[in-house]
């Protein structure tokens, strides 16, 4: 619907307002930045968790860039990760192990399987490019089982990471300069997502995503710009695949499987889809929950899955926009007192 003077209304004029108010950096932003910081020095013995914990940020960030502002459901973004997984640690089991070339070369193999998938299956929809999604990472999973004299199969591949730039070696231990290098590479990622989410470009996918048909009258070319995010989202999930092994020094099979994606996709509905920092909250909590749950009850059983199944429900139930739609609420009502106590 528009209105008389042709301005959009309903949901997408709200979007486009939201965009257009938050485009420029807010002092609230450096916050998650300095708990970030703070983890490393505070919180040592946590190192592993908080590095693995910015890695499905920066996963979850990429998956958010087509899911919430695009409105392409998937269901196997982790044949991104796990290309970009592969193709780094192939790399550096070759006499390739710097870490910088391992992000780039991940990122365009990542990209390059974003683009051919991306043209053919987002001629689709709704079900049909939901199971189409993760038949792509099915079959990648098979080819790195029936591979195996490449891959290494089930066994994975094991790998030494070289000095970054030939100055920082990767600590694998007590995981330092670690965290800090997966650090700085999602600061760079987020600030690259946020300016897209920004730019017109983002306000287009916006539109895409809240009336395909309107957008395609008006004469966007709705599929190009739908390859176009789907390519950056992958490019981005590649390099989040490419730290995390990494981080671990090995591969396996295991990086495409389709609990991957459902935890990603749960972690974006949990801090909030179409919320740059939502991303932020949702792994954190899942995460976090899932390694507190783990450490009291155990692994041997499922605990900690039920435990996030709770925590999912009540969040669908009570905060459809996520745990990050609470936390603006809450600052809404705050603003809105503080402006009363002033009148």
Request: glycine residues 10%; proline residues 2%; negative net charge.
């Amino acid at each position: 619907m528009t209105s008389s003077t042709g301005t959009p209304t309903g949901s997408l004029a709200r979007s486009v307002q939201f965009l257009q108010r938050r485009h420029r950096f807010h002092w609230a932003e450096i916050i998650p930045w300095i708990l970030a910081i703070a983890v490393f020095y505070l919180l040592p013995g946590y190192r592993l968790l908080a590095t693995q914990i910015l890695v499905m940020i920066l996963f979850a960030l990429s998956l958010d860039l087509i899911v919430g502002y695009a409105g392409i459901i998937s269901l196997g973004h982790t044949a991104f990760f796990g290309t970009g997984a592969y193709i780094t640690a192939l790399m550096a089991s070759n006499d390739i192990p710097d870490p910088i070339l391992g992000l780039i070369a991940a990122a365009a193999g990542a990209a390059v399987l974003g683009l051919v998938s991306g043209w053919v299956l987002l001629r689709t929809t709704g079900l049909t490019l939901l199971v189409l999604t993760m038949a792509v990472t099915i079959m990648l999973q098979e080819l790195a089982n029936d591979f195996d004299e490449i891959t290494g199969g089930f066994d994975g591949i094991n790998f030494t990471n070289s000095e970054i730039l030939g100055l920082i070696e990767l600590d694998q231990l007590w995981y330092s300069s670690s965290y800090i290098y997966v650090l700085v590479v999602l600061f760079f990622g987020f600030l690259t997502i946020r300016t897209i989410v920004y730019a017109p470009f983002g306000r287009m996918l916006i539109g895409i995503r809240e009336n395909t048909q309107r957008m395609s009258a008006i004469g966007t070319p709705v599929h190009q710009r739908q390859v176009s995010v789907y390519i950056i989202s992958a490019a981005i999930a590649g390099i989040a695949g490419a730290l995390w092994v990494q981080v671990q020094g090995n591969v396996t099979t295991e990086v495409y499987t389709f609990e991957l994606s459902g935890e990603v996709l749960i972690m974006l509905i949990l801090g909030g889809t179409g919320r740059l920092y939502g991303a932020f909250l949702g792994a954190t909590v899942y995460k976090i929950l899932e390694s507190t749950t783990e450490q009291v009850l155990g692994t041997d059983e499922p605990y900690w899955q039920f435990a996030i199944g709770i925590v999912l429900i009540l969040t669908v139930l009570f905060a459809r926009r996520g745990l990050f739609g609470i936390f603006e609420d809450i600052v809404k009502k705050f603003k809105g007192a503080s402006k009363g106590e002033v009148q």
